[in-house]
């Protein structure tokens, strides 16, 4: 069964440095997501793209943030300088059809940012 | 502001026991509600559902929709181990998609 793939799935990095998180989501789907989910705690929306270009976005996708989806099969969230509590599970997903009405999302297994 | 309320946060069965879960929702353009199962990773998708009052069933679990009264119920009948998870309820809503806080469900032999 096609699976959306996220890589690294641990990263580490300092404070203040950029990272991106790379996810190549399922080949005929159309509608990519991130979301996080910080220890504990639930399951929150980043932002969503569709047609190279971001559909929605939450109040936590600031500035910091950016997506992009730089050839036919990668989406990538960069987070610009980071911080302390930027350190979570992120999670990219993708359905085949955007307006949630017809098709679920498939998550990837998630990248473990942890900001020291 | 859309919201996804889940109850009970916790629960503790013994295996066999049958279990209901719960999900209410506030959410501007209701378009599906949605669950899932989370163990280590991912969470993995059980059920979607648009309409009221039609049952979703796969095996020993079953859903529910009521859109007049907003909720969602998630059973669970014949409780095993392999059944521990978390279980998040998430309604979609035009281009995103909100989760509850999640059930955490724990079977005890």
């Known amino acids: 069964e096609p699976e959306v793939t996220q890589t690294p799935s641990h990263q580490v990095t300092q404070m203040g440095q950029e990272v991106i998180l790379r996810c190549v989501p399922i080949s005929n789907h159309l509608y990519f997501y991130w979301y996080r989910q910080i220890l504990g705690q639930k399951v929150e929306f980043l932002v969503s793209f569709y047609n190279n270009e971001i559909s929605e976005k939450s109040e936590i996708f600031d500035d910091q943030f950016s997506v992009e989806r730089p050839d036919g099969s990668n989406f990538t969230l960069k987070i610009r300088s980071t911080k302390l509590e930027d350190s979570a599970m992120y999670f990219c997903a993708s359905s085949e059809q955007g307006k949630v009405l017809r098709s679920p999302l498939h998550f990837g297994n998630g990248t473990r940012l942890t900001v020291t | 502001e859309d919201k996804v309320v889940q109850s009970p946060l916790s629960l503790v069965v013994h295996e066999g026991d049958t279990v209901t879960l719960n999900c209410s929702y506030e959410?501007?353009?209701?378009?599906?509600l949605l669950w899932y199962k989370q163990e280590k990773k991912a969470p993995t998708f059980l059920f979607m559902l648009t309409s009221s009052g039609i049952e979703k069933k796969s095996g020993r679990l079953s859903s529910i929709l009521d859109k007049k009264e907003l909720f969602s119920i998630l059973n669970i009948t014949a409780t095993q181990t392999g059944d521990s998870a978390i279980y998040l309820c998430a309604v979609g809503s035009y281009d995103k998609v909100i989760f509850g806080p999640g059930t955490s469900l724990s079977v005890i032999p």
């Open positions: 959410v501007t353009n209701f378009r599906s």
